[in-house]
């Protein structure tokens, strides 16, 4: 799915993650604990030799309480332009999806917008991300299942929908080729 585009941005990860646990006042150990992985795999991530996948991210986003967006902390211009298949696509590692970070949260906001790239197969299974936030998704190509786990919708081009994004929630593609973009707004 991934295809050509470009690599995580490793060490920005890696610098990201030291800021936030420094600000945070934890250890390795417990923010390994918090999120959920391995010491050893925070230990690897800090130092920018471990791969994180999209769950991991999400993870230690929430274990630490800032926007996902934080850990890729990439520099941005005035005006900003990606081109399609250029953008840092970041894998699901248990379904067949790819988000890549379009927006991240600016100044005095709370939100990061992705553009997802979803195939069929398993779903994208999320666990709960920070209390109240809101997830937003527009259906760009294809057809998804999307929302929280108990009471997810279909949706086709065009559809919108939000629901919390602090409750498991899924998305799975219905058909090849789907696209969305995704807001991702937190409290």
Avoid at 74 to 80: H, K, L
Avoid at 81 to 86: F, H, S
Avoid at 171 to 185: I, W
Wanted: net charge negative; proline share 12%.
């Amino acid at each position: 799915m991934a295809g050509d585009t470009p690599r995580l941005p490793l060490d920005r990860i890696a610098a990201a993650l030291r800021r936030e646990r420094g600000r945070a006042g934890i250890s390795l150990s417990e923010l390994a604990k918090r999120a959920g992985i391995a010491k050893s795999t925070l230990s690897q991530l800090e130092s920018a030799s471990g791969n994180p996948s999209l769950e991991t991210l999400w993870a230690l986003s929430v274990a630490l309480d800032v926007p996902p967006s934080l850990l890729l902390d990439p520099p941005r211009p005035v005006v900003q332009v990606i081109r399609a298949g250029q953008g840092v696509a970041v894998p699901s590692e248990r379904a067949d999806y790819a988000a890549t970070l379009l927006s991240p949260n600016p100044p005095g906001s709370r939100r990061d917008l992705y553009f997802l790239q979803v195939e069929p197969g398993a779903p994208r299974e999320s666990e709960p991300h920070m209390p109240g936030a809101v997830e937003h998704i527009v259906v760009g190509t294809g057809r998804v299942l999307a929302g929280p786990q108990d009471d997810p919708v279909e949706l086709g081009p065009g559809d919108y929908m939000s629901y919390p994004g602090d409750v498991p929630h899924t998305c799975r593609a219905l058909e090849p080729g789907t696209t969305c973009v995704l807001v991702m707004q937190y409290a």
